[in-house]
């Protein structure tokens, strides 16, 4: 099975608002990859946690990672117009391959 | 610096035609990845190189689809006969080391009638 699975969630929020999705997985990782694809375009790499970190910052993103729960959380903070898109997960375990999940999709209102 | 470059954007043909998509990789980078992306499936990995050696071909489809990659700037996903159902976006994408992130093309958006 597919490992990377967001919570299959479309999210609609308004400018300016947080937006959290989170992420689940199957097995052990090395570590774990958010990207972002807006319409259209190819998926766009935004940060990468590794197995051995709990919290990661970049700019407005958060990203968690709990390899007890095997699962990630990523955080987008004073969201913008520009950040509808959708966000994808993806594991990386051990074999050069990432399993990417289903995505979420975020609109943000202006 | 130029991205991963695919070609064509976008490509409409009748049903039974060979199809071929076309990917340049990020110059320097070792690996190259081909993906098909649906509705229905989500992002599946279709078949990886390393330093131009296929390494996993388990994802692709059928003997259908093949692929090549002749030198480290280039390769190919070829589908004959193309049947609808594989109309899809297929991208390429290229990294430097295995499990880090990937820079992906902007993919060709196949439809198959």
């Known amino acids: 099975s597919q490992q990377g699975e967001e919570d299959p969630q479309a999210l609609s929020i308004q400018e300016g608002e947080n937006a959290t999705m989170n992420c689940s997985y199957k097995t052990s990782i090395n570590n774990l990859q958010w990207y972002r694809q807006n319409s259209g375009r190819g998926l766009v790499h935004l940060i990468l946690?590794?197995?051995?970190?709990r919290e990661k910052h970049s700019g407005r993103l958060r990203v968690t990672l709990d390899t007890s729960k095997k699962s990630s959380s990523l955080l987008i903070t004073a969201s913008r117009a520009a950040d509808t898109a959708s966000y994808f997960c993806a594991t990386a375990y051990g074999n050069n391959r990432l399993a990417f999940g289903k995505g979420n999709q975020v609109v943000v209102i202006p | 610096d130029a991205g991963v470059i695919q070609s064509p954007r976008h490509e409409v043909t009748e049903m039974g035609q060979e199809v071929t998509l076309r990917c340049k990789p990020i110059?320097?980078?070792?690996?190259l990845f081909w993906y098909r992306q649906t509705m229905m499936r989500g992002l599946e990995l279709l078949i990886y190189f390393n330093n131009n050696v296929p390494i996993d071909d388990s994802g692709m489809p059928e003997d259908r689809f093949s692929a090549k990659m002749p030198n480290a700037s280039f390769s190919t996903l070829k589908i004959q006969p193309s049947e609808p159902r594989d109309s899809a976006v297929y991208f390429c994408?290229?990294?430097?080391?295995?499990?880090?992130?990937?820079?992906f093309g902007d993919g060709t958006r196949l439809s198959i009638l």
């Open positions: 946690i590794r197995s051995n970190e």
């Open positions: 994408a290229s990294t430097n080391k295995g499990n880090q992130p990937q820079h």
């Open positions: 110059s320097g980078h070792d690996y």
